[in-house]
């Protein structure tokens, strides 16, 4: 089946749908809660319409961790209930839903007290094991400190006494959310980006849809719509606020910074994951990287563009330099992201303590609110807001089908990657790449291939980018909904975090590749160059300067 192609004649195709048609759902908000939300309200047969404000994951879905966990740290606090179905959800997302996308990922967590820490931890990791099903993931090991420092030679001696080694997963979250929004479409569902809610239509005191706005033409748009859902995250006070109703419930906001340093600084063959006084240091692969993270400080500066500042590295630095042998300084620092986390409000300051479960509710007639929730769970989030859909709705809606829906590209990944080396020998690519594009496309790397088979070019790496094809800058704006510059290289390509530069030097490149499909003259290729330009310098590194390229 040729997959749905989120180019700029669909995003025209969607806006003229949104103004001529009125909806069973319209879900407000691009993250991974609303694409899934959308997901799981189309495939039940409902019409839908998704819209986000700026690009998919612009805000937390693509600064995350990159997990797929249970959250081993939520044992302690006794929240059973939540490990255990964030591990359910995990073993459907590697096994079911995303093979293509979602990949195990290997842990230790060192042990430093003799006497009582191993049989603690052992019992907590026995449990995870447990909760997380029997053949989800290879069960946890005890190690030496011997067996643990020739896994991860990079530890101090005096950091650990021995170790526990034991197994999650990881995903793109940028690139998750941008599918599981192509997935809904891909059954019917009407997706824009770059489409704001400015309001809602009311009918008396019921929510009928909203107004929205294309940032793109400037054009006003009245969604109409049976029901409201808005996945919005941090940003739900805001959304709440304009229904002039009292808001069901609060958001707090807490920052979580994360550095990428280069995989040869840290010689480790294993993630790495450690209590701190204030919550927990990550240590993660990233292909040709480490991430470095996090923090869990409160962020009271309003949800847009949350920058990392000195203080955020520097603990970093500082807790990742307690348990290595070399430390690592800021010249080590390839990039740093910082977001928000979504985190139901209570009386407590420290947000550390607040709940990472969800919340749904309908604070006015035609309104659901969803937030809180983690993005591991986000299915179930999103379930649970289309389930408040279908109460309220007259018809009968069948229940849930996500849970055996994969998501765009895994159904015949297995036989694609069985058959990589004959694709590498077809396509002219070294049996490496395909395999990355498998990784990141599944069985949509047919069509990469198709478009490498009839533009040679396509096929050589992005000067300034290497680990990236001309052909997934091209696609990324033909197929998968990138409009600028920034949703390229920041979000469908890693580039913005994974170059010591921020991908300014792959930047003129990528532009001239994509401008013809976007229809941007001179000019305004030069301005997507400036403010990617821009973007990246306070955000790279914390803000430190980065030399413009020549257009």
């Excluded at 600064?63 to 059973?80: A, N, T």
């Excluded at 209930?81 to 842990?107: K, M, S, T, W, Y």
């Excluded at 949800?303 to 590295?313: I, L, N, S």
């Excluded at 055996?404 to 004959?422: D, S």
Aim: some cysteine.
């Amino acid at each position: 089946m040729t997959s749905v192609a989120l180019g700029p004649r669909y995003r025209e195709d969607a806006l003229r749908g949104l103004a001529e048609t009125e909806f069973d759902v319209l879900v407000v908000g691009g993250g991974i809660v609303g694409a899934g939300a959308a997901l799981d309200a189309i495939s039940r047969g409902l019409s839908v319409a998704l819209v986000e404000a700026r690009d998919w994951a612009a805000g937390t879905s693509s600064r995350s961790s990159k997990l797929i966990h249970g959250g081993l740290r939520y044992l302690e606090q006794r929240d059973f209930g939540l490990v255990r179905e964030a591990l359910r959800e995990r073993g459907l997302l590697l096994h079911r839903l995303a093979p293509h996308l979602v990949r195990p990922v290997q842990f230790l967590y060192p042990l430093r007290n003799r006497v009582w820490e191993r049989a603690y931890v052992s019992a907590g990791v026995t449990l995870y094991d447990t909760m997380g099903g029997s053949r989800a993931l290879p069960r946890h090991r005890q190690l030496t400190r011997r067996g643990a420092l020739r896994r991860a030679p990079a530890l101090r001696s005096d950091a650990l006494i021995g170790a526990v080694q034991y197994y999650d997963a990881q995903v793109d979250d940028a690139r998750y959310t941008m599918m599981v929004a192509r997935t809904a479409a891909q059954y019917g569902a009407t997706a824009a980006t770059r489409a704001e809610v400015t309001g809602f239509l009311r009918e008396g005191e019921r929510v009928t849809g909203a107004t929205v706005l294309d940032l793109e033409g400037g054009r006003e748009i009245d969604v109409r719509a049976r029901r409201v859902v808005c996945a919005t995250g941090v940003w739900t006070d805001g959304a709440q606020a304009m229904t002039g109703a009292r808001a069901a419930f609060g958001v707090r906001a807490s920052k979580g910074v994360h550095l990428v340093v280069p995989r040869d600084r840290i010689p480790m063959d294993t993630g790495l994951i450690t209590r701190t006084a204030k919550s927990v240091l990550f240590i993660i692969p990233w292909g040709r990287h480490w991430l470095v993270g996090t923090t869990d400080t409160p962020h009271d500066d309003g949800p847009d563009e949350p920058v990392a500042d000195h203080t955020d590295v520097g603990y970093l630095l500082d807790q990742a330099n307690a348990v290595l042998r070399t430390p690592l300084t800021h010249d080590d620092i390839e990039g740093v992201y910082a977001g928000l986390r979504p985190l139901l409000s209570g009386e407590m300051d420290d947000t550390t303590r607040l709940s990472r479960e969800h919340a749904v509710a309908e604070p006015v007639p035609g309104l659901v609110v969803v937030t809180g929730g983690k993005f591991t769970t986000y299915r179930v989030m999103a379930q649970d807001a289309v389930d408040a859909v279908a109460e309220s709705l007259d018809d009968a809606v069948p229940e849930s089908v996500t849970a055996r829906l994969p998501i765009l590209g895994a159904t015949g990944f297995e036989v694609l990657w069985n058959e990589r080396r004959r694709l590498a020998a077809e396509s002219g690519l070294h049996v490496a790449r395909v395999e990355h594009l498998l990784r990141r496309y599944g069985a949509c790397t047919r069509e990469i291939l198709r478009m490498i088979a009839a533009d040679r070019a396509l096929g050589a790496p992005i000067p300034g980018a290497a680990d990236y094809l001309c052909a997934e800058a091209v696609y990324a704006v033909t197929h998968e909904g990138a409009l600028h510059l920034e949703d390229v290289l920041a979000r469908r390509l890693r580039i913005a975090i994974e170059e010591w530069d921020g991908g300014v030097a792959a930047a003129t490149h990528v532009a001239a590749l994509v401008a013809p499909i976007l229809g941007w003259d001179e000019e305004e290729t030069k301005n997507e160059i400036k403010a990617y330009v821009r973007r990246t310098t306070e955000e790279h590194r914390g803000g430190a300067a980065i030399a413009e390229p020549a257009a």
